[in-house]
Each structure stands twice: as structure tokens, then as C-alpha cells.
């Protein structure tokens, strides 16, 4: 499966942005879908996942009341609401697909990410 990720931007900290992750090839509706994200100088790490159907969601402790995942799979596109942002969350997103598990750990396919900077 190929994977686009879009809409970062630059946001002021308390903002908002949805990012979009476009995916093509395979089975969407057949992946579990996650957001992870990397900040300068910091190791990748995950943010959100959603199962198949989308009835299960897991977050991270650091974006959990803050950040929403969700998926279209009639339009093959995943989602990533993020509100009250702060400067800490600045960092490249990358979306990324797996079979199983709706959780963090190793996923087989990735994005590019896209950027999103806050500031304060």
C-alpha cells in the first residue's frame, strides 16, 4: 500500500490542523492505519491508530484528549484532528499501515511525512 500524508502547516500553540493520509494499492479498508511523528533531533514515535472499521482508536498518552484519528475508507483516506496544539508537538507526521494490531510497535508501510510546526 502507498501512503501521502497532507496538511501540516504552521500553527499557533491553543490551534488546530487535520492532517490527511491518501492510500492506494492494497485494501485500505483491510489495514490497521497509525500516525507517528518525529521532532527534531528525537526518535520517531507513534501517535494514534485506528483499527479496520474504525471502532477502535489508541492513542499515545501525549496527544490523547487533544488528538482525533479517523478514516473514510470509501475515499481511502485516514485522518488526524489535532486541537489544542503546542509547541511540543512540532514535529514531521508520517502515517503508516499494518494487518493487525491497533496499537504501537512496527508497522510494514509508510508515508512521507509532512510538517507541522507550532508556535508559541
Known amino acids: 500500500v502507498q501512503l501521502q500524508a497532507s496538511g501540516g502547516g504552521l500553527v499557533q500553540a491553543g490551534g488546530s490542523l487535520r492532517l490527511s493520509c491518501a492510500a492506494s494499492?492494497?485494501?485500505?479498508?483491510?489495514?490497521?492505519m497509525a500516525w507517528f511523528r518525529q521532532a527534531p533531533g528525537k526518535e520517531r514515535e507513534f501517535a494514534a491508530a485506528i483499527s479496520w472499521s474504525g471502532d477502535a482508536t489508541y492513542y499515545a498518552d501525549s496527544v490523547k484528549g487533544r488528538f482525533t484519528i479517523s478514516r473514510e475508507n470509501a475515499e481511502n483516506t485516514v485522518y488526524l484532528q489535532m486541537n489544542s496544539l503546542k509547541p511540543e508537538d512540532t514535529a514531521v507526521y508520517y502515517c503508516a499501515a499494518r494487518r493487525y494490531g491497533v496499537s504501537a510497535g512496527l508497522y510494514d508501510y509508510w508515508g512521507r511525512g509532512t510538517q507541522v510546526t507550532v508556535s508559541s
Open positions: 494499492g492494497r485494501v485500505f479498508s483491510s489495514y490497521v
